[in-house]
Structures are given as structure tokens and as C-alpha cells.
Nanobody
Framework: VQLVESGGGLVQAGGSLRLTCEASGRTFSPYVMGWFRQAPGKEREFVARITWNDGSTYYAESVKGRFIISRDNAKNTVYLQMNSLKPEDTAVYYC??????????????????WGQGTQVTVSS
């Protein structure tokens, strides 16, 4: 199973980007998919997660109201719509997946599948 992110780039503060994570390979039936990010010199931090069956979502406080996570089950794809971007959102964004229920969903080590990351840079 491979998770491949795309959609990162350079954007001005206040702008928007949409990240895409596509799962490929053998049949992948995730229980939950998440987005994490890691800024230089900082630990990887949770951004958002979505459960595959019912689409319930959960966000980090720092992105709540600005980011939206969604999924397309038929395409095995998860998205992260990022609006009102701030310079502090600058980081490498990673897609992650788990095939079982995880708790807490904010813990990176609970996810067994990871993408290679995509850079998001927000200029002030």
C-alpha cells in the first residue's frame, strides 16, 4: 500500500490550498485517515482525521474552522482543504492511515501507513 500526497506549494497568507492523498497498491481498507504536519525543528503534529465508514471528522484546535478533511471512498482518496492559511501553517504535510480504530487519533505512532509528505509554504 502506498499513500501519495500532492497539492502542496507556495501561497500567500490568507490563501487556500487543497492537498490530496491517494492510496494505491493492494486493497486498502482504512478505518481512519489523517493528516499530520511537521515544521523544521518541531515534532510532527496532528492536523485532522476522518473515519472511513461514516466520515466523522476531528481537528486540531489550531486549524478548526479553516481546514476541512474529506474523503472519496470510491477513489481511495482523502483531501485536506486549507483556507485562510497563515505563515505558521508552513510545514511538510503527511497523509497517514490506520486499518483499526486508534486512540488517541492525534498520536502519530498509531498510524501504520504514511505518505512521503508534501511541502506547504505560506508567505506573509
Amino acid at each position: 500500500v502506498q499513500l501519495v500526497e500532492s497539492g502542496g506549494g507556495l501561497v500567500q497568507a490568507g490563501g487556500s490550498l487543497r492537498l490530496t492523498c491517494e492510496a494505491s497498491g493492494r486493497t486498502f481498507s482504512p478505518y481512519v485517515m489523517g493528516w499530520f504536519r511537521q515544521a523544521p525543528g518541531k515534532e510532527r503534529e496532528f492536523v485532522a482525521r476522518i473515519t472511513w465508514n461514516d466520515g466523522s471528522t476531528y481537528y486540531a484546535e489550531s486549524v478548526k474552522g479553516r481546514f476541512i478533511i474529506s474523503r472519496d471512498n470510491a477513489k481511495n482518496t482523502v483531501y485536506l482543504q486549507m483556507n485562510s492559511l497563515k505563515p505558521e501553517d508552513t510545514a511538510v504535510y503527511y497523509c497517514a492511515g490506520a486499518v483499526r480504530r486508534v486512540w488517541p487519533p492525534t498520536r502519530a505512532t498509531n498510524y501504520g501507513y504514511w505518505g512521503q509528505g508534501t511541502q506547504v509554504t505560506v508567505s506573509s
